[in-house]
């Protein structure tokens, strides 16, 4: 009798103590789940741009045009990461200064703090591009030019960056062309890092070597090429902040080389950052382009 009244009130306890536990832990995963809501909205308001007098901010995937400028912001990497997609459209947006235009131009992006070398490499593209840059349509269009045909390809820019809780790559870039009408018809993608986080250096050194370079104000370019994307780097780790690119001769230098024919098509080429991880800013100070 002892024996059995134990058992029953045993087994009912049992059954209590389970109940209470499942309970109690339900609690616990819903408060922490409200916590993390909570957290990232907080997130989410704190590190939103905000544009001052004479700004706007422009979301992604969203074109700003003014003359032969546009800017736009594509979260490309982010959209191939199936758990990130719904947030790539929120995760990268740009400052326009409207008198001032393409200058003082500014993108933000609110990625995780991991690099995104695992998947895509970098999370997307945001940038101020120059004529039919990769199929964009500025307000006012630019004449297609055959490379060789080109009398002059340069630049002028000055970039300030906050990245101290983030990172991302600062490249200018174009891309040749076998077609002026098929955006996709790239023969070859051409670009200068002004700044590599560790993870695109060691991608860059994993690359096939094609020489260095230097140009008229003597800076050594290291090339490397990655399938069609020819990449020029400062010999030296170190970050281009302004100053003056001539890219002409590069291109007539490549020819040399046998990386292109100078029939290809130019259409337009980009200044801009490419987030790596985290949360940060790029501020295009000042960019201008001759391309005749």
Not at 57 to 65: L, S
Not at 99 to 118: E, L, Q
Not at 158 to 187: H, P
Not at 247 to 267: C, F, N, T, V, Y
Request: glycine residues 10%.
């Amino acid at each position: 009798m002892i024996h059995a009244r134990w058992g029953d009130s045993g087994a009912f306890g049992f059954n209590c103590n389970a109940q209470d536990f499942n309970v109690k832990w339900l609690k616990i995963l819903l408060a922490v789940a409200a916590l993390l809501l909570l957290a990232f909205g907080v997130f989410v308001w704190a590190t939103r741009p905000d544009a001052g007098p004479g700004k706007v901010v422009v979301p992604a995937k969203t074109p700003f045009t003014k003359g032969s400028y546009f800017a736009f912001a594509q979260p490309w990497g982010g959209e191939m990461v199936t758990v990130l997609k719904p947030w790539s459209p929120h995760a990268d947006s740009f400052v326009v200064d409207l008198d001032r235009f393409p200058a003082n131009t500014t993108f933000h992006w609110r990625w995780p703090p991991v690099s995104a070398g695992f998947g895509p490499g970098v999370w997307g593209y945001d940038a101020v591009m120059y004529g039919n840059y990769d199929g964009g349509e500025p307000e006012r269009p630019l004449p297609q030019i055959r490379m060789r045909d080109l009398r002059e390809l340069r630049q002028r820019f000055a970039w300030t960056m906050e990245n101290r809780f983030g990172d991302g790559n600062v490249l200018t870039e174009f891309y040749l062309r076998s077609s002026t009408t098929d955006v996709n018809a790239k023969v070859i993608e051409v670009g200068w890092f002004l700044h590599m986080p560790a993870s695109t250096r060691a991608f860059f050194e994993r690359s096939a070597p094609v020489g260095v370079f230097v140009d008229a104000q003597k800076r050594r370019w290291m090339v490397r090429m990655a399938e069609k994307f020819c990449m020029f780097a400062p010999e030296k780790s170190e970050d281009l902040r302004s100053g003056t690119l001539d890219m002409l001769p590069a291109l007539e230098w490549l020819r040399q080389k046998g990386k292109i024919s100078g029939d290809e098509w130019m259409s337009g080429l980009a200044i801009g950052v490419e987030p790596v991880r985290g949360l940060g800013s790029l501020s295009v100070d000042q960019w201008s382009v001759t391309m005749r």
